[in-house]
C-alpha cells in the first residue's frame, strides 16, 4: 500500500501572498484609527492645572495619549516637566522613566 501524499499542493491554500496579508492588516488597523481630538485653551489650562497638581503633590496620574491615530493610557507619576524640550517625564515604574510630548497628551485624570 502506498502513501499518496499531495506535497506542498495541500498546503497552498494556508499561504498567503505576502503582499495580501499586508493589504489585510493595513486595512484592519486604518479602520479603527481616530483623528486627534482637539484641545482649546480652556481644556489645556486644566489639562495643565491637573499636571502641576498631580506634581505637587506626588499623586499618580493617568495620561491619555494620541499616538499615529490611537490613543494609549500611561499610568504613572511625573518626575520633571521639561519646557526646552516640551515633554513629561513620567515614572512607570521605580527608576523607568518615559518622555511624553506634551502635544500628544489628550487627556490627564489624577488618580488618588
Known sequence: MA?????????QAAFQLPELAKTQKDF???????????????EAEELDL???YAM????????MIWADGFTK????RIHFVDPVTHELRIEVKDGEF???AFDSVVGVKVVI
Do not use: A, F, Q
Not at 493610557?73 to 504613572?76: D, I, N, P
Open 28 to 42: 484592519w488597523r486604518d479602520t479603527k484609527r481616530e483623528r486627534k481630538p482637539i484641545i482649546d485653551e480652556h
Open 50 to 52: 491637573r499636571i502641576i
Open 56 to 63: 505637587e503633590y506626588n499623586h499618580s496620574i493617568k495620561l
Open 73 to 76: 493610557e500611561m499610568t504613572g
Open 98 to 100: 518615559e518622555r511624553v
Open 3 to 11: 502513501i499518496r501524499d499531495r506535497g506542498m499542493v495541500k498546503w
